[in-house]
């Protein structure tokens, strides 16, 4: 089975810095994806990054880049200048890329609550 | 735009009546998924769907069942509301064979009372 851990309930971070939120998983399998979503206090949850297992290069969209560790198991995101927009819960999310039923959903950690201080 | 509407935003029930909540996707996706968000609990999976008629159980499916007649069309159905179902509630789809795309909805938020 599948386990995601954030082991950061919250954090602070001075608006323009960067940040690090972490993620750590737990899988025996070979082929996964790995996700991060965020997710504002009017609920709905924003995709921000991908990242397959096989994939090589760390993922990055934008201001958002992930940290893939594939060894270590982590895959965490990584907020650079942050924006006072950025303050949110933030999750980390990962399902398996094989065919069949099992295969289909996310599974997600706990979250992190991020609040970005002017 | 991919669209995951959930019919209602905010629900107050009594404890004991009968709850639906509905879910409409507009992309034509086979997989469909009802997820519940507690604080400190994250989102956890209640029940999905691959395909019309067909439906798994997640992690927590007790007190829940779901209908999946349409393909577009996902219901969650509270048998009898119970006070610890008060939650929010997360719809999401995608297609069978996309990797990284899995779309959701805004959220429907349920106090039983």
């Known amino acids: 089975a599948q386990k995601i851990t954030q082991t950061q309930p919250g954090m602070f971070v001075q608006e323009k810095e960067a940040v690090t939120l972490d993620c750590t998983y737990d899988?025996?399998?070979?082929?996964?994806?790995l996700f991060w979503y965020k997710q504002p206090s009017s609920g709905e949850m924003i995709f921000l990054i991908y990242?397959?297992?096989?994939?090589?290069q760390n993922a990055t969209e934008g201001r958002y880049s992930l940290n893939f560790q594939k060894a270590r198991k982590s895959a965490n995101l990584v907020i650079s200048a942050s924006q006072l927009g950025d303050s949110a819960m933030y999750f980390c999310?990962?399902?398996?890329?094989?065919?069949?039923?099992?295969?289909?959903?996310?599974?997600f950690g706990k979250g992190t609550k991020l609040s970005v201080i002017p | 735009d991919v669209k995951v509407t959930q019919s209602s935003r905010y629900l107050v029930k009594r404890t004991g009546e009968k709850v639906f909540l509905e879910c409409v996707q507009d992309?034509?996706?086979?997989?469909m998924f009802w997820y519940r968000q507690d604080p400190g609990l994250g989102l956890r999976l209640i029940y999905f769907?691959?395909?019309?008629?067909?439906?798994e159980k997640g992690d927590i499916p007790e007190g829940y069942s779901v209908s999946r007649e349409k393909k577009e069309r996902f219901s969650l159905i509270l048998e009898s509301a119970s006070t610890n179902q008060t939650s929010m509630y997360l719809c999401?789809?995608?297609?069978?064979?996309?990797?990284?795309?899995?779309?959701f909805g805004e959220g429907s938020w349920l106090t039983v009372v």
């Open positions: 990242q397959g297992s096989y994939d090589e």
């Open positions: 899988t025996s399998d070979q082929s996964y994806g």
């Open positions: 769907s691959y395909d019309v008629k067909m439906k």
């Open positions: 992309m034509d996706h086979e997989n």
């Open positions: 999401a789809s995608s297609f069978v064979s996309s990797g990284n795309t899995i779309y």
């Open positions: 999310a990962m399902r398996y890329l094989y065919s069949g039923a099992g295969s289909y959903q996310l599974t």
